[in-house]
């Protein structure tokens, strides 16, 4: 299974970005996606995770400015980052719990990250 985030890039304080992540490969299903965002010298943080049916769940420090979205045909999901900040400048990496097979266990997969640069 591969993940592949694109949209990150530099961006003024205020502004807004549109990330996405397109999951290929051997896939029964997906559970959970999301994404998680890692700055230089801290640990990665969850930033939002939407479920199959689509419950959104936001960190707090984002929550009013980002939106979580998915397309389940098309394997995809989304982040609307809007009046970013500069403290959102991080690596967003993509995770999606994907089922492989019908008969089996599910486990997490990740994209390589994407950066995104908020400047002031």
């Known amino acids: 299974v591969q993940l592949v985030e694109s949209g990150g890039g530099l961006v003024q304080a205020g502004g807004s970005l549109r990330l996405s992540c397109a999951a290929s490969?051997?896939?029964?299903?997906?559970?959970?996606m999301g994404w998680y965002r890692q700055a230089p010298g801290e640990q990665r943080e969850l930033v939002a995770t939407?479920?199959?049916?689509?419950?959104?769940n936001y960190v707090d420090s984002v929550k009013g400015r980002f939106t979580v979205t998915r397309d389940n045909a098309k394997k995809m999901v989304y982040l609307q980052m809007n009046n970013l900040k500069p403290e959102d400048t991080a690596v967003y990496y993509c995770n999606a719990d994907v089922k492989n097979l019908r008969f089996g266990q599910s486990r997490a997969y990740w994209g390589q990250g994407t950066q995104v640069t908020v400047s002031s």
């Open positions: 490969g051997i896939i029964f299903s997906i559970n959970a």
């Open positions: 939407i479920t199959s049916d689509g419950i959104a």
